[in-house]
């Protein structure tokens, strides 16, 4: 059998519409920034992030599939598709139980269909967790969750967003160990998201373990990752609020790989520790400063990959 990879050349991207600041989630989210403006003049400013991205993965041998937000309800977060499903390479998509109300609807069977219908992806099983909202239990994706595909380990910042209970029934379902830990900014503030202060590559490990305030625990999650043989990248929490952890891997056309982050985000770390990242693959900076501080997330959470089997029996590429 072959191993199972990190990466994908594959993810999909939302086209946003409705663009804009949502006090909803802003309760939990340290990242988003108190803003003055016209609403219209986020969303211009956000769909020129969202095409200089999209373009910038073209062109280096990624795969975006671009989809269009629905008109309504208004989704000031659609941008954000990676935390409400994650797919994998058994052909099985996972939906999951958002906190905020307003981002539910989110949630696009037409897509998933989609996958199938228009990209020649197979999709053998829907596993909905989303119910698990009504138990106030919420797991918002690969936002939540930080994915170690190859080894099947779930690393999980707990927060609001991210429940024990329902950690436990997508490892049930998935097959998956989970590394769970609670982390804090500066502030005392809980980390909304795991993916703001992890990233994994296939041979490389991302981290602000400062966020960790408990040092039994910060060794547990330190020495499983480093028993992956991945070589560990340490940021601070300056540079985990300047987005620096919220970096994805993707394989391009000619197999080789890109690291793709803001450029806020590259901008923030040092030039040894972008040397570091860059032996694993082509560094990619987009600049998605808007989508950053209105929306509290950055590319990462703006991607979501597609590890689904091909219709005629392959693996995704």
């Not at 106030?136 to 099947?152: F, P």
Request: net charge negative; with cysteine.
């Amino acid at each position: 059998m072959r191993m199972a990879r990190q990466s994908s050349r594959y993810v999909f991207m939302i086209r946003p519409r409705a663009f804009g600041p949502n006090p909803q989630t802003a309760v939990s989210n340290a990242f988003q920034q108190p803003v003055d403006g016209l609403p219209s003049a986020f969303r211009d400013l956000a769909l020129q992030e969202f095409e200089t991205l999209a373009s910038a993965l073209r062109d280096h041998g990624a795969m975006p599939i671009v989809f269009e937000d629905t008109d309504e309800p208004a989704k000031p977060d659609a941008v954000f598709p990676n935390n409400w499903i994650s797919s994998h390479a058994d052909g099985r998509v996972f939906l999951y139980p958002l906190e905020a109300p307003v981002r539910r609807a989110e949630r696009r069977m037409d897509i998933v269909d989609s996958l199938a219908a228009e990209h020649g992806f197979s999709v053998r099983e829907i596993v909905d967790l989303s119910g698990l909202k009504y138990e106030s239990s919420y797991l918002e994706g690969t936002g939540s969750m930080v994915l170690d595909r190859i080894n099947q380990v779930a690393y999980a910042a707990l927060s609001s967003r991210t429940h024990p209970d329902a950690l436990a029934e997508f490892a049930r379902r998935a097959d998956y160990e989970v590394t769970a830990f609670d982390a804090c900014d500066a502030a005392g503030r809980p980390i909304y998201h795991t993916n703001v202060m992890m990233a994994l590559g296939t041979q490389f490990a991302v981290v602000c373990s400062e966020t960790i305030g408990d040092a039994g625990r910060r060794a547990v999650v330190l020495d499983r990752l480093a028993a992956t043989g991945r070589e560990m990248i340490e940021i601070d929490l300056t540079q985990m609020h300047h987005f620096a952890g919220n970096l994805i891997e993707l394989r391009a056309a000619d197999g080789n790989k890109i690291v793709v982050l803001s450029q806020n985000a590259h901008d923030s770390l040092t030039s040894a520790q972008r040397e570091q990242l860059s032996q694993f693959g082509r560094l990619l900076p987009v600049n998605v400063a808007t989508i950053e501080s209105v929306g509290g997330g950055s590319v990462r959470c703006m991607l979501a990959e597609v590890f689904l089997p091909h219709e005629n029996g392959g693996e995704h590429e």
